[in-house]
């Protein structure tokens, strides 16, 4: 094994041993041990850790970096960072200088790379590094939830990393050889095979008041060019007040209203009552436009809940994914299922691609079904020293207001 992928293994046992520096260096500086031990440079991408979110290896990692937080913490922590302004490649001023240090103490950026006051490659990078931790778009730039993301304490840092590692011992045991984890604050989904992952997906989850629901099952069955009944949650909450703006929103959507006679013209449905509740509302097969898309992934659950592909693929590229009603939309949905059927004859990508062309309704029994966890981890950490964080969206850690979920509107700007 090469002095570079024991460094990156031994990085959070690193961070403990490293002795203080000269009491006459700046604070910031006397925690440089802190620095990872990447090679420098603009070439330092983020990482895409191999281990599972889920596994003794991420257990061990995450317990090491609460000891190793604790430390920091001892010392001072990190500070807050006062930025009026967007900074990106080309900025500079005091507020990039400040930037270094912020990122410097918590190994997102190596001390050698100084203490300028311009942001450069280097700052880039080291940016890169702390938005891929924190789950945000790997822009390089800064942006308000960057800064956001930076001035969360150090205090709470090491309370979310222990109320998780609690739910990470619940789940270090044997979750099956080949399974598949939703984690439902960090918006993704990631499959696992032999102990290693396989392909990660971003996913959009649940609003706030519609939340997907923590499970365990199995995925059976995939459903391709499928129909979308519409929940009776969905037709009160928006299917009705959208009818009363826009009368020719079901038409347009291809959206069918069946009543016990057979169909119903939407012209007939008085949608100033609750009429309409009384109807099963059900979408035409199209990828372009049903709400499914292309594919739905069957899980037995009491919840009613699903996974499935969408026609609103935009929404993976934003930050903040929690727009669904409960069911899970999940990115390169193809790859996805590919994965999913690769164990079950007759399905290689090949069959895949020509049934979602043929537009034809056509289900795919999985020949071993696939354990499916949907999780809720906000904190952990992997062997390659990685500490990831998200925002607590459901408030289930129970540390009050979450600092990036709570910009309006929050993006990019």
């Known amino acids: 094994m090469s002095n570079f992928s024991l460094t990156r293994r031994e990085t959070v046992l690193a961070l403990l041993s490293g002795a203080a520096t000269a009491a006459t260096a700046p604070a910031w500086a006397q925690q440089a041990e802190w620095r990872q031990g990447y090679d420098a440079g603009a070439s330092r991408a983020a990482l895409r850790s191999s281990t599972p979110t889920?596994?003794?290896?991420?257990?061990?990692?995450?317990?090491?970096?609460?000891?190793?937080y604790r430390d920091l913490a001892t010392r001072g922590g990190w500070p807050m960072v006062q930025l009026s302004e967007k900074l990106a490649v080309g900025s500079r001023g005091p507020g990039v200088t400040a930037l270094r240090q912020r990122l410097i103490i918590t190994g997102d950026l190596d001390d050698a790379a100084g203490t300028g006051s311009v942001y450069d490659s280097y700052v880039e990078a080291g940016v890169r590094r702390f938005q891929s931790r924190m789950g945000l778009s790997t822009t390089g730039a800064v942006n308000r939830a960057t800064i956001a993301a930076l001035n969360v304490p150090i205090d709470r840092r090491i309370r979310q990393l222990e109320t998780n590692v609690v739910r990470l011992r619940t789940w270090a045991g044997n979750l099956g050889n080949r399974y598949v984890v939703a984690n439902i604050p960090a918006a993704s989904v990631e499959t696992v095979e032999?102990?290693?992952?396989a392909t990660r997906h971003a996913a959009g989850v649940g609003k706030i008041d519609r939340q997907s629901p923590l499970l365990q099952t199995k995925i059976p069955e995939i459903n391709f060019n499928p129909t979308w009944t519409v929940p009776a949650s969905i037709i009160r909450k928006d299917l009705i007040p959208k009818m009363r703006k826009e009368p020719s929103y079901l038409t347009e959507n291809k959206i069918r209203i069946i009543g016990p006679s057979g169909e119903i013209a939407p012209e007939r449905v008085n949608w100033n009552s609750d009429e309409a509740t009384r109807y099963t509302f059900r979408q035409d097969p199209g990828g372009e436009f049903n709400s499914l898309g292309f594919v739905r992934i069957n899980i037995p659950s009491p919840h009613g809940v699903y996974m499935h592909d969408t026609p609103a693929k935009g929404i993976f590229g934003d930050d903040y994914r929690f727009v669904s009603s409960g069911c899970i939309r999940v990115q390169n949905v193809r790859d996805y299922i590919a994965w999913l059927l690769k164990e079950t004859p007759g399905w290689d990508r090949a069959k895949?691609?020509?049934?979602?062309?043929?537009?034809?309704?056509?289900?795919?029994?999985?020949?071993?079904?696939?354990?499916?966890?949907?999780?809720?981890?906000?904190a952990w950490a992997t062997p390659d020293g990685g500490v990831q964080f998200r925002d607590d969206i459901y408030n289930k850690d129970g540390l009050g207001p979450t600092p990036v979920a709570q910009l309006p509107n929050e993006q990019d700007t």
């Open 54 to 68: 889920l596994s003794p290896e991420s257990l061990h990692a995450t317990e090491q970096a609460i000891a190793a």
């Open 194 to 197: 032999n102990g290693h992952v």
């Open 352 to 378: 895949i691609d020509e049934v979602i062309q043929s537009g034809e309704r056509v289900n795919a029994r999985i020949a071993n079904p696939v354990p499916c966890y949907w999780v809720y981890v906000t």
